[in-house]
């Protein structure tokens, strides 16, 4: 594409002539597809070329419409049967496709499948102006073809010409370069031929030097004074040793310490000497230092030590077991800490990657706690019936008599409790054991799942293999499930809640913190709370419609069983498949 070219048209207009106008009175035939394009590209800013008037025959019209086609950026040909059956075509399609021109078919009627035609445009990208179609949107097309192919043209233009300064840059810098290596070249010749005779009078001095230290010594003189440290060297020393002054050649020759001498050398070498001195005793006292804070060190380890074994002793707590008319209540503890809450999917390498994370898990936050007990497992049935004196058939019945059990037993999870009947059961327990047990806020909740500071970073509470921890549909059944979650199937399949203690608890020692039963925390649902809740000890929302419920249940596929999964439901919706957890303060 001759890119070079200073374009005075974006698109060149090849049509017949019969399209546009009469024959006879040469005005425009109504509604002819002409003047649609034309009105089309001035309403969008194209600028065209058309032959309006018609250009005399000959050689002359071949040179005008050859030198058109190379001036625009587009040849567009508006092929209709008139154009084929035209002597023109031909030429026109084989001018622009020898200057290597965008074309664009632009198609009236059936005349493209004509064979010299398709020769040209066969595989080109076409509008379709005729037939069944939407004028319209077929011109919008157009034009956005235009466009799109003028931004393309001036892109690689200004790559070509970045390409083409940088190319110029490169030749100036290879000139530059062999510049420089030529005069290298030189220089090195004549350091060359400098050193040659530098040797030559050096050998000469060396000589004349030796000489002199011989006769020195045959007359008693055998040392000299070191100007810069006042060190006694032997008279044919090259460099004290002490303080390392490479003296003159002739210096203190004849016994005399100031001949010859040159004072600019001996002022460096003193500046020289002083700050080594300097050095020296600054390294004195830094040893001197590091030596008391050796010792210190000695006594910050021991008192590190004192503090670990407290740090351990303190962080080394025991379940706490609590006596509830007859039966008992384990309490694991959970050591508080800092964690990352919630998920997110956009980042592969990022902090609680989760490709199947929901939108209320973002945004991935910073969340800090203090130390908590909470219950091993969910408030069961026997427990329930103990502090409330009711059973899980009775409270299915204040839903719907009709609804189906899940599960009965005193070691299955209590169900059909609502967030409500929650506080009161709390509010009993509390009285009967002098203790403050409450529900978890949601960022307790997570942390706990996790695994608090013994976390081990799995998806779902204590595993990444979600059938090793949780009771979820595929296996919470007579059978062993599989293929796409269905309601029906699981109803057939006689789902349902299991006794708590069965799979495989977490890092803390928690039990079915997925799956089994959903479970009611204390916070207010708000699905965008993560981008405005607090960093420390958040307690959620201070209002809203919905309370928080967590960990899934046996009725529920894999994702809403992951320990960074969300939901919630109004505090008055009891279910067979809800139900909660304790925690108490340490």
């Known amino acids: 594409m001759e890119n070079s070219i200073d374009y005075k048209s974006d698109v060149f207009i090849s049509y017949g002539r019969k399209d546009y106008k009469d024959e006879v009175t040469k005005e425009p035939i109504p509604g002819n597809v002409i003047s649609v394009i034309k009105k089309s590209f001035d309403e969008n800013g194209i600028t065209y070329w058309i ?19 190379r001036e625009s950026m ?22 622009a496709d020898e200057f290597d021109k965008h074309i664009i078919p632009f198609i009236c009627d059936d005349s493209y499948k004509d064979a010299k035609v398709v020769m040209y445009t066969a595989s080109l990208d076409r509008i379709e102006f005729f037939g069944n179609f939407n004028p319209d949107k077929e011109m919008k097309k157009l034009v ?24 110029q840059k490169e030749e100036e810098e290879r000139k530059k370069r062999e510049e420089q290596a030529r005069k290298k070249k030189e220089t090195i010749k004549e350091i060359r031929h400098l050193a040659t005779d530098y040797r030559v009078h050096s050998l000469q001095q060396e000589a004349i030097v030796q ?15 070191c100007p810069v440290c006042k060190n006694i060297s032997p008279i044919d020393s090259i460099f004290c040793e002490k303080c390392g002054f490479l003296f003159p050649p002739l210096y203190a020759i004849d016994g ?20 080594i001195t300097l050095v020296k005793n600054e390294k004195d006292n830094l040893e001197k230092k590091v030596g008391e804070l050796e010792k210190q060190k000695i006594g910050l380890e021991t008192e590190l030590e004192r503090v670990k074994l407290q740090f351990v002793s303190d962080s080394v707590r025991q379940d706490l077991i609590i006596p509830v008319k007859g039966l008992s209540i384990v309490m694991k503890p959970v050591v508080g800490g800092s964690f990352w809450m919630g998920a997110q999917k956009a980042d592969p390498s990022g902090q609680n990657y989760d490709s199947e994370a929901w939108g209320d898990e973002e945004r991935v936050h910073k969340v800090t706690l203090s130390s908590f007990y909470m219950s091993e497992v969910v408030v069961t049935q026997a427990l329930w019936k103990a ?14 008599p009709e609804w189906p059990m899940g599960g009965e037993g005193g070691e299955y999870p209590m169900y059909y409790v609502n967030w409500n009947e929650c506080q009161e059961f709390i509010k009993k327990l509390n009285v009967v054991t002098g203790k403050s047990f409450r529900l978890p806020t949601e960022a307790e909740w997570e942390y706990a799942a996790r695994g608090g500071k013994k976390s081990l970073g799995y998806k779902y509470s204590g595993s990444n293999t979600i059938g090793d921890v949780a009771w979820y549909w595929e296996n919470s059944g007579d059978k ?3 293929g796409p979650w269905n309601s029906d199937t699981i109803e057939k399949n006689n789902c349902k809640t299991h006794p708590v203690n069965c799979k495989k608890p977490n890092e803390l020692g928690l039990y079915d913190m997925s799956g089994n039963v959903w479970e009611w925390c204390k916070d207010w649902y708000e699905e965008k709370y993560y981008s405005q809740g607090p960093q420390d000890n958040p307690q ?3 209002m809203g419609s919905r309370r928080v419920l967590r960990g899934g249940s046996w009725s529920n596929y894999a994702r809403p069983c992951r320990v960074s999964s969300r939901y919630g439901s109004d505090p008055d919706s009891r279910y067979n498949y809800i139900g909660f957890r304790l925690v108490l303060p340490q």
């Open 51 to 69: 032959d309006e008037e018609g250009i005399s025959l000959g050689n002359h019209f071949a040179s005008v419409i050859a030198e058109r086609i």
């Open 74 to 95: 587009i040849f567009l040909f508006v092929c209709s049967r008139n154009f084929v059956a035209s002597k023109w075509v031909d030429r026109e399609l084989g001018v």
């Open 144 to 167: 956005k073809t235009i466009k799109k192919y003028k931004e393309e043209l001036e892109e690689k233009r200004k790559k070509e010409e970045e390409t083409l300064r940088q190319k």
């Open 211 to 225: 000489q002199l230290h011989e006769m020195n010594l045959s007359i008693g003189i055998q040392t000299k004074e």
């Open 256 to 275: 005399n310490a100031r001949y010859p001498f040159d004072k600019r050398h001996l002022a460096v070498a003193k500046k020289n000497y002083d700050a």
């Open 387 to 400: 502090v409330m004196g009711t059973t899980v058939g009775q409270q299915r019945d204040k839903a719907n």
């Open 480 to 482: 062993i499930l599989f």
């Open 540 to 542: 959620g929302p201070s």
